[in-house]
Nanobody, 116 residues
Framework: QVQLVESGGGLVQAGGSLRLTCASSGDIRTINTMGWYRHAPEKQRELVAHISTGNVTNYGDSVKGRFTISRDNAKNTVYLQMNSLKPEDTADYYC??????????WGQGTQVTVSS
């Protein structure tokens, strides 16, 4: 089992920045890819970014050039630096981990609100 705990959400004005943190614990050696997804009201959940064990990254089109995902394997932590935030970035952000055996684990989520 893998446990994920997000932090760093909050309220920010448009154009501002936030950094989300996801700390993992448990059977962390089984983790391959980690990432962030978001879910806004009346919208489908969408990929924000993910990063592999080898630090290969992938971003959703709506955040490319503004968000950066990074991973500190020594601290079992993944970060999401969000810059130039827009009101449409408002959502609940969830940390995700996928193990080598393709099991998915999710955090409880952290809320991000961007005011115009």
């Amino acid at each position: 089992q893998v446990q994920l705990v997000e932090s760093g959400g909050g309220l920010v004005q448009a154009g501002g920045s936030l950094r989300l943190t996801c700390a993992s614990s448990g059977d962390i050696r089984t983790i391959n890819t980690m990432g962030w997804y978001r879910h806004a009201p009346e919208k489908q959940r969408e990929l924000v970014a993910h990063i592999s064990t080898g630090n290969v990254t992938n971003y959703g089109d709506s955040v490319k050039g503004r968000f950066t995902i990074s991973r500190d394997n020594a601290k079992n932590t993944v970060y999401l630096q969000m810059n130039s935030l827009k009101p449409e970035d408002t959502a609940d952000y969830y940390c995700n981990a996928i193990t080598w055996s393709m099991k998915n684990f999710w955090g409880q989520g952290t809320q991000v609100t961007v005011s115009s």
